[in-house]
């Protein structure tokens, strides 16, 4: 008679446990992309993406002199202030959050943070003796954890705001998850609008370049933001510039970056109140959206957009001393009677700034450049 194996219970789920650690290890350790840097994979842990090196500690004197502040404003905002005396920033980044849900992750990644935003403002490589940033958060503990994440590298000057509840109003009644859903849009588009308008207000002092970057960004193209400086410093009809945003499942993540079709008739006189409706659906129909607009571009191409996301946007100062900001409502066919049909938030901010006499452009970077949003927010 054959001999018959026989295997033990305790090794049959030996076993199993070993396979399925195994299962675990080789699908968490072959990720093709690149992702978040903190430490999220075995790979990644063991020798893969590291945080980027900060390449221009050369310049940094030794006893460079910081001045810290923290109080609390007149509106109950509390605002930490840090800078390195005797620097002269010229480029301000300005990011929102939430919490530290707003961070996001990837797929088969543990949440991101304010170091892994952190480190993505070091991977461009950017001389951050030059570098300002802007940061508000309605969470004491992103608060006090940005803090923290920030003193390890030489940002000229760091301006922190903690507004409890979004600042208060409807909007911070929405619940997160249902933050996309159309019946919110209004409402909440104009809350974000109210916040970036008063996080750029008090952020912005010299500077020359603001970069707005929405929190669940997680990785730029090589030289993106040096691309936008470059084009806004040698043009002068460049007053904003956006690139576009992917996602690994999506071509083309922000749809509120497009152009008009200016062949349509009801778009581009007044329209009526009985059209604002029609009006609305038929700029969605025939409406151009970036991933078509920049398809055959080089990376040196800059071409004319009429609205923007927020996903990445470079403003370049002088706009914003001009007047020029967020619109907190339909500001595009607006009558004494009743607020436009389109045109809210980063959508109007190129409809407004094309009305200033010269430099107000708004445009998108042709080519490869590109942001690239989370997987999951």
């Known amino acids: 008679m054959a001999n018959r194996m026989r295997f033990a219970p305790n090794r049959v789920v030996i076993f199993g446990i070993a ?3 195994g299962l675990f290890v080789l699908f968490h350790s072959f990720e093709p992309r690149k992702r978040a840097w903190s430490c999220k994979t075995l790979s990644s842990c063991l020798g893969g993406n590291h945080p980027p090196t900060y390449k221009h500690w050369d310049g940094v004197p030794l006893d460079l ?5 923290e109080k609390t404003l007149s509106d109950g905002t509390v605002f930490y202030h840090q800078h390195i005396v005797n620097t002269n920033p010229d480029v301000l980044f300005l990011v929102l959050t939430r919490d530290g849900h707003s961070w996001s992750r990837d797929f088969r990644s543990t949440r991101r943070t304010v170091y892994d935003f952190i480190d993505m403002l070091v991977s461009t490589d950017l001389d951050l003796t030059r570098v300002s940033l802007g940061l508000m958060t309605s969470s004491r503990e992103e608060f006090e954890a940005t803090k923290e994440a920030i003193m390890p590298l030489p940002f000229a000057r760091v301006a922190l705001f903690y507004r409890e509840g979004d600042g208060g109003g409807p909007a911070a ?3 997160y998850e249902d933050r996309h859903k159309d019946e919110y849009q209004r409402l909440r588009r104009g809350a974000i609008a109210s916040a970036r308008n008063y996080l750029m207000a008090r952020s912005l002092q010299d500077e020359s370049h603001v970069i707005w970057v929405d929190a669940d960004i997680v990785e730029f193209s090589p030289g993106v933001i040096q691309k936008m400086i470059g084009h806004a410093e040698t043009r002068d009809d460049v ?14 993540y922000d749809k509120n970056a497009w152009t008009v079709n200016r062949q349509v008739p009801l778009l581009m006189g007044p329209v009526g109140d009985g059209d604002l409706d029609t009006a609305a659906d038929k700029l969605v129909e025939t409406r151009t959206y970036l991933d078509e607009l920049i398809k055959g571009t080089s990376d040196d191409d800059l071409l004319p957009v009429d609205s923007v996301g927020g996903t990445i946007l470079y403003i370049k100062a002088s706009v914003v001393r001009q007047g020029i900001n967020f619109p907190t409502s339909y500001v595009v066919g607006t009558t004494w009677s009743h607020e436009g049909w389109v045109g809210i938030e980063s959508e109007g901010i190129c409809y407004m700034a094309s009305h200033l006499d010269g430099g107000g452009g708004c445009f998108v970077l042709g080519g490869s450049h590109f942001v690239r949003h989370a997987d999951w927010s």
């Open 239 to 252: 007053g904003i510039i956006t690139a576009i945003c992917i996602q690994t499942i999506t071509p083309n």
């Open 19 to 21: 396979a399925a650690l």
């Open 173 to 175: 009644k929405i619940p």
């Open 65 to 69: 002199a910081v001045g810290k502040n």
